[in-house]
């Protein structure tokens, strides 16, 4: 019979036993008291102008899955009742594949919008 203590990782094993449940709590709890986007369209009833005309851009320009919209590429202006005006940079590729860039201006009136126009940017 030896005397020699045996080498365990059990308190190792128990703390990230420990560790897993803490980030797991935390994870089901920031997911419970998130909001879901239909919530947000229930209490708000609209979307940022902004995005509305990013989706009617893209229904407008032939290869929808290229589309581009750079961070912040959008100038919105307000005009009261739900309508606004918005400018907003993007890319695209052509039939050939290339990428080109854009400015289009989209009218949004409450959760529609006509594409006014588009450029191509030189």
């Known amino acids: 019979m030896s005397n020699k203590p045996e080498d365990s990782n059990a308190p190792q094993m128990v703390g990230t036993i420990i560790a897993f449940i803490v980030v797991g709590a935390a994870i089901l709890g920031m ?6 986007e239909n919530d947000t369209a229930s209490r708000n009833n609209t ?7 990013q989706n009617a851009l ?3 320009v032939n290869y929808p899955r290229t ?3 750079p961070f912040g590429g959008h100038t919105v202006h ?5 309508r606004a005006r918005v400018l907003q940079q993007f890319s695209a590729e ?3 594949g290339v990428r080109v860039d ?4 989209c009218s949004v009136n409450g959760n529609s919008a006509t594409v006014n126009w588009t450029r191509e940017v030189r």
Request: hydrophobic share 30%.
């Open 31 to 36: 997911r419970s008291c998130g909001s879901n």
């Open 102 to 105: 854009f400015v289009g201006e």
């Open 94 to 96: 052509n039939a050939f």
């Open 58 to 60: 893209r229904r407008a």
């Open 78 to 82: 307000e005009r009261g009742g739900n």
């Open 47 to 53: 979307y940022p102008a902004e995005l509305i005309c």
């Open 67 to 69: 589309v581009r919209f």
